[in-house]
């Protein structure tokens, strides 16, 4: 359902000369805030019905006729012309008929990704989803499926169950972390409270002359369809608020009038986040005003200044961010350093995350990782791990830790890496399948599996680095010459993390170890 959001900033009592517009409706003191409404769908719910499969027994034939239906007539379409046993692939327990939900944020771009809640249909026999497959399937608006409702999103995947929290009680429902992929854009409407088409045309014409020529379309008299340009793609809600606070007259009086009010708003009021929005929305001809809060005594002050300035080009906002984000005493830290990221130059911004990835707090550490990411940083190697997970290496910190994530892309981090275990290795699963060795002495790590309905064990063998013994537990078997050869023992991503948290726990990776939060969906 949309959602309505008005930034409305009110200006009184300006001076000076009136440019006129090309509408004769616009008056001096009208910003778009002031004429228009903005819908925003902040996010949409989204459903389908899928089939979990590797189930290895646990799964159920049952399966209400509609959806049934749905499901054959979906399979068929993705055939592609190969002879399929539907009905044989639905019935069998090794598969089971799933429910799927999850929560699209909005505005996205193609193949943007999400998490998706599955669960086994309720009334069925279905006993447990996991180390289950989801197949290819479709996510509609929630409330709505059918064959013939507009396919939102797709979304496949192995089947996440946390394995290091509290004890899975539930084995019907699990994620797909990172599994649904968005198939469409969504953009973000103006709304005219009283529809003018001179006026729709004025507005555009405005945000486009600041943020380039397809960010606004004059759609209807009533309707300006907006898409933010790349530098706010993460951060929306910013740019609405700077597109709400825009003026659509102005000459070189009104901005001196307008950067001195809000100039003094910033150093003065309790909301400083409007005011630092309306002096960007201002653009250049605030910024020798605002250039010169970088030295007030109040870090808030500075940081929104700085965050403003650097924002708009000026090269002052990035020593000030800078020394925020390496301030241990300051709450705006992170702010300060994803600003950075967003807007420094790249050379200064690695070089702070780098800094950072040695501060005491782990917070502060996760996100100079997450900012390195972001810039494609060499500081992180990535590799990706059986096809389904990513494992992350970074060097440079001092400090040994594990992070892995339970939502979003699956990946396991390793700070500090390469990270050697200590000898006199004895670990099991929680499941009883993988069972790690290594006796006092042994120059190797032994990595056992006992996989379903097999007569033997696989057994492999490993270095003590924590990186290699990842990439034995999950790598997936390899074919060379028509024969498989094991590299792997094919663990799924659940379980592996639950194997690292048992090695840090107990002192065997000499890593602390931090898990990431669960999806929050209903």
Not at 362 to 384: G, H, M, N, P
Request: charged share 25%.
């Amino acid at each position: 359902m949309a959602i309505a959001s008005v930034f409305t900033l009110f200006v009184g009592g300006c001076g000076g000369p009136v440019v006129r517009d090309r509408s004769p409706k616009i008056r001096v003191t009208d910003t778009i805030g002031s004429l228009t409404e903005t819908f925003v769908v902040d996010a949409i719910s989204v459903e389908g019905y899928g089939v979990v499969g590797t189930l290895a027994g646990t799964g159920s034939p049952e399966c209400p006729p509609n959806i049934k239906s749905y499901l054959k007539r979906y399979i068929l379409s993705r055939s592609s012309g190969e002879r399929i046993n539907i009905d044989a692939f639905l019935k069998s327990r090794d598969t089971a008929v799933v429910h799927l939900s999850g929560v699209m944020s909005t505005p996205l771009h193609q193949k943007d990704r999400f998490d998706v809640k599955v669960e086994a249909l309720a009334g069925t026999q279905s006993r447990s989803l996991e180390d289950g497959w989801l197949y290819s399937a479709e996510l509609k608006r929630i409330h709505t499926f059918g064959i013939s409702t507009r396919c939102l999103a797709k979304v496949k995947g192995p089947v996440f169950m946390d394995t290091v929290g509290a004890p899975v009680s539930n084995k019907r429902t699990g994620y797909i972390l990172g599994g649904g992929e968005v198939r469409d854009q969504y953009h973000m409407r103006l709304s005219l409270l009283k529809p003018d088409f001179s006026t729709a045309r004025a507005i555009s014409d405005t945000i486009n002359a600041r943020f380039g020529d397809s960010t606004a379309r004059a759609a209807s008299a009533g309707v300006i369809e907006l898409t933010p340009p790349i530098e706010y793609s993460t951060d929306k809600n910013r740019f609405i608020s700077i597109v709400q606070a825009m003026y659509l007259i102005s000459n070189q009086q009104l901005e001196e009038e307008r950067t001195q009010l809000y100039v003094e708003r910033l150093t003065n009021s309790e909301n400083k986040y409007a005011s630092e929005v309306a002096l960007e929305a201002l653009g250049n001809a605030s910024l020798a005003r605002v250039d010169a809060l970088l030295n007030s005594a109040d870090q808030e002050v500075r940081f929104r200044a700085a965050r403003c300035v650097l924002n708009l080009g000026g090269q002052g906002g990035s020593p000030v961010l800078r020394a925020i984000a390496l301030d241990r005493s300051s709450k705006y830290r992170i702010e300060a350093l994803e600003a950075l990221t967003a807007g420094a130059n790249r050379m200064e911004a690695a070089g702070t995350c780098r800094q950072l990835l040695q501060d005491e707090d782990f917070s502060i550490r996760l996100a100079a990782y997450e900012q390195l990411r972001k810039l494609d940083d060499v500081t992180v190697s990535q590799e990706l791990i059986g096809g389904r997970f990513y494992m992350e290496q970074i060097v440079r910190s001092r400090r040994q830790e594990v992070y892995v994530s339970r939502s979003g892309l699956p990946r396991i981090v390793l700070f500090g890496s390469p990270i050697t275990c200590r000898e006199n290795i004895f670990v099991r699963s929680p499941n009883g399948e993988v069972t790690i060795n290594a006796p006092a002495g042994q120059k190797y790590v032994t990595l056992i599996r006992k996989l379903r309905n097999a007569p033997d064990a696989v057994k492999l063998q490993s270095t003590f680095v924590l990186s290699d013994i990842i990439r034995k537990l999950c790598e997936e078997p390899l074919e060379k010459k028509g024969v498989l050869v094991r590299s792997g023992l094919n663990v799924s991503y659940a379980q592996a993390i639950a194997i690292i948290k048992q090695l840090c726990d107990t002192g065997v990776a000499p890593a602390a170890f931090h898990a990431g939060k669960l999806p929050e969906i209903k």
